[in-house]
């Protein structure tokens, strides 16, 4: 990255979160971590030397607190990436009413809340502002229905956003990963025949590694992207675009 910044990480504890923030610290960048619970977030070795701020992601009114947190302590905010998100595979007509909300709330609230409390404290300097999407709102796949609608949000909120806020500096964009590698996947990638099917899917034959998803919004977050804005860029082994080949 060119120049050293203050970037606020929301979801810093999970595992693109926690890549990102370490690649952000290794950068020498100044880093805010957001996470649920700052005791645990302690343990997280890729967290050293981050300010910690415990924050919950769905809750509107924490976001002022986050970011005066961070105000207080680098003067400026040059960037947020928000980076929780859940995963609900089931039909529309099994999915109840609360577990849909839910779905909503953590994954496409979470950004117009984060975005909402920040746009204005950007104004004067812009910034950049990376959400996650996912490959799921890109193509149907069964039994996505709710995380698809969720993730789809977060795609036509960071279009819109983007055109908002272009002139006063602030770029917005999302990745759309696929199959990650972490825990909240691990119902998925600790069964064997499920993450064979899901590898298969994916064209580059694998699923993701943390890493890799926090690469592209690292890259997004730089000012040297400084005419990047308004795009769902896909880190997905192919998933959201391509058809894989049988092996």
Known sequence: MSEKN???????NGAIGSALAQRLL???HAVVAAVRDEEKA???ASLEGALLVEHEATDWNAYPNLYDKAEDAFGSID???VCVGSILLKPAHLTGREEFESVLSLNLASCFAAIRSVAKRMMKSGGSIVFCSSAAAQRGYPNHEAIAAA????????LSAA??????GIRVNC???GLVRSKMSEPITG????LKASQSMHALGRIGEPEEVASGMAWLLDREQSWVTGQAIGIDGGLGSLFSKKR
């Open 163 to 168: 055109a908002t806020y272009a002139s006063y």
């Open 175 to 177: 990745v759309a990963p």
């Open 191 to 194: 069964n064997e025949m499920a």
């Open 79 to 81: 960037g947020v990436a």
């Open 151 to 158: 993730k789809a949000g977060v795609i036509g909120l960071t």
């Open 42 to 44: 302690r343990e997280n």
């Open 26 to 28: 290794k950068a020498r």
């Open 6 to 12: 203050c970037f606020v990480v929301v979801g810093a």
